[in-house]
């Protein structure tokens, strides 16, 4: 593809290195989920947390197996859409593509959520606009381009890291002799520690939205397995390191159901505590944010190139080569709720489950390989024979379905029918807009 097509407005420049995909790839795991998630694994299976971030990697990974080998095949511009569209059905890439408009929801709430780490430490700062400014330079950051977008990606995971090392480095000595002593090592025996590790498989997981960027990787059937792979088993094991600290410096009973931070506050000085709220919690959920905003558009830009939705859709920036409408588009579901002063957790939170249930139908398509593309599949790196492909496949849509039903399970009644309507919708949406749709082959090898 030459940089005349990617500047017509018809291909996304293909730009991306593997340190970009692994920055994206960081960003979207290391959420700030993992300062409250940790606290409430505790409670469910106490000093055996660390045990517990182990095996939620190990899920993560059989999850991301079948993505790995479909991303390591060939090249797919509307990633998880074509995906969906090539390997499964084109109703079911139309549903796909209205649950992640939906997901855009969630802009808000990652911002939202931001600013109040921040009115934590400045109270008087004026919560609106800081949510606005800083979304707007994200947005913008993106619209000049994905290349723009992951080295800011890059500079904040790297904020991150050094938080993240902090915390290790002032908590590892403070950890209490006799950690794996009972009663507080595996309080709910093997159950617990289960499922613990389903529930911690949220924070561990996350890789496999670099998929998304698929058309715009240098080298995506090499470097996407990698950014998945690697992260995936990298960050696993730092938070089983970063849980062996908020198990072990504190008596469990304070530290159940609790923030990371309230461990952070008691193990460093507080220069350094600032420092990991604001690098670590804060920058976690901007780079979550900043990830999220870049892989959202890549599927919606080809389901509008498909007809999925209106024309104006497809067109890319003239001069940055970047779906300029379409980040118009998730910039104003995530800005009118702010300005509004709407409460909308349980509306973006409608789409959790959802979401969840793509990335099963994600694993179960991959079985599909051998039919639809036999030609890339027998050239694939990751080429396997026929059972064990229909075997990884069948896991990882196994255990993500595991994961949906814990969602479930721990989903308020207002969540669930939330999610029931946008199915609804999605579903509606799909069979009356299908007629209109001519799907082009958006795959190819490389």
């Avoid at 600290?245 to 530290?255: H, K, N, Q, S």
Wanted: hydrophobic share 55%.
């Amino acid at each position: 593809m030459s940089t005349q097509q990617a500047a017509s407005g018809t291909e996304l420049k293909r730009n991306l290195s593997r340190m970009d995909l692994v920055s994206m790839a960081v960003g979207q795991i290391i959420g700030a989920g993992i300062m409250a998630m940790t606290g409430t694994a505790i409670g469910m299976t106490g000093r055996s947390v660390n045990i517990a971030f182990i095996i939620a990697g190990i899920l993560c990974v059989m999850t991301a197996i079948p993505q790995i080998m479909v991303g390591g095949t060939a090249r797919f511009k509307g990633g998880q859409y074509t995906q969906v569209a090539t390997l499964g059905s084109q109703r079911l890439a139309g549903i796909f593509t209205m649950i992640n408009v939906f997901t855009g929801l969630g802009i808000a709430m990652y911002i939202i959520s931001f600013t109040e780490y921040l009115l934590a430490l400045v109270p008087s700062v004026p919560s609106k606009l800081v949510s606005v400014v800083v979304l707007t330079i994200l947005f913008a950051m993106n619209i000049l381009g994905t290349k723009q977008a992951a080295v800011l990606q890059t500079a904040m995971c790297v904020v991150m890291a050094a938080a993240i090392a902090l915390f290790i480095a002032f908590g590892v000595t403070k950890v209490q002799p006799g950690y794996f002593a009972p009663p507080d090592f595996m309080t709910k025996g093997a159950t617990g520690i289960l499922m613990a590790s389903a529930y911690l498989s949220f924070a561990a997981g996350g890789a496999q939205c670099v998929i998304n960027f698929s058309g715009e990787a240098k080298k995506p059937t090499v470097d996407i397995p990698f950014a998945i792979i690697v992260p995936t088993i990298s960050i696993s094991v730092i938070y089983a390191i970063m849980g062996t600290i908020a198990a072990g410096v504190l008596p469990v009973a304070d530290v159940a159901n609790k923030s990371l931070a309230l461990v952070a506050e008691a193990i460093m000085p507080k220069p350094v505590y600032v420092f990991f709220i604001v690098g670590g919690a804060m920058f976690a959920l901007l780079t979550t944010l900043n990830a999220s905003i870049g892989w959202m558009c890549r599927p919606i830009l080809q389901a509008a190139k498909d007809g999925w939705l209106p024309r104006v859709f497809s067109k890319l920036h003239p001069k940055f080569a970047t779906p300029v409408n379409i980040l118009l588009l998730f910039y104003l579901i995530g800005i009118v709720p702010i300005l509004a002063g709407l409460d909308i957790s349980i509306v973006s939170n409608s789409t959790v489950i959802l979401s969840s249930a793509t990335k099963a139908i994600t694993c179960f398509t991959a079985m599909f390989l051998p039919r639809v593309m036999p030609e890339f599949w027998s050239k694939s790196k990751f080429h396997v024979d026929k059972g064990l492909l229909t075997f990884f496949s069948v896991l990882g849509a196994a255990v993500a379905t595991f994961q949906v039903v814990l969602l479930v399970v721990t989903s308020s009644t207002a969540e669930i029918v939330g999610n029931l309507v946008i199915l609804g919708i999605s579903v509606l949406y799909a069979l009356v807009r299908s007629s209109k749709v001519t799907m082009e082959i958006s795959y190819e090898g490389c």
